[in-house]
């Protein structure tokens, strides 16, 4: 087999074993965020998750790379390149999220579950409400 030549049979057992890595490391990661997906909806549909109302803070997004930011003290970072059962879509991707908006995020450890974003306009004097544990909606 070495050194730099692969024979017909050699080659075969090469496109078999990239075959094989290719569905065992794809089923891998389908089960892997397909459990965590539903681990965080049964989460949200208990009520097993904190709440945070307020103004996007100390946003900061690195292009084609993460997003981190703060709701009454409460931190969030995501990105679009990591596989994650919550929201992850980048401002520069079209992501709604953005300095001084008015939100509200329902979240499990860093894992956003439910993202809200206020229409219109919200009065600036309007105070945050700090993270909560509440019942499902």
Not at 12 to 17: M, P, R, T
Not at 43 to 51: P, S, T, Y
């Given at each position: 087999?070495?050194?730099?030549?692969?024979?017909?049979?050699?080659?075969?057992?090469?496109?078999?074993?990239?075959?094989?890595?290719?569905?065992l490391w794809t089923t891998v990661a389908f089960l892997t965020s397909g459990?965590?997906?539903?681990?965080?909806?049964?989460?949200?549909?208990?009520?097993?998750?904190?709440?945070?109302?307020?103004?996007?803070e100390?946003?900061?997004?690195?292009?084609?790379?993460?997003?981190?930011?703060?709701?009454?003290?409460?931190?969030?970072?995501?990105?679009?390149?990591?596989?994650?059962?919550?929201f992850n879509n980048t401002s520069s991707h079209g992501g709604p999220i953005r300095e001084g908006i008015w939100v509200r995020i329902a979240y499990l450890g860093n894992s956003i579950a439910r993202l809200e974003v206020a229409k219109g306009s919200v009065d600036q004097n309007t105070t945050c409400h700090p993270p909560s544990r509440r019942t499902s909606r």
């Open positions: 087999m070495f050194p730099g030549k692969l024979g017909p049979k050699d080659g075969a057992k090469l496109a078999y074993f990239v075959l094989a890595f290719s569905v459990r965590d997906y539903l681990a965080l909806q049964k989460a949200l549909k208990g009520g097993n998750v904190d709440i945070v109302e307020g103004r996007v100390n946003f900061v997004s690195t292009p084609d790379k993460s997003e981190r930011f703060t709701v009454c003290g409460a931190a969030f970072s995501y990105s679009d390149y990591l596989v994650t059962a919550g």
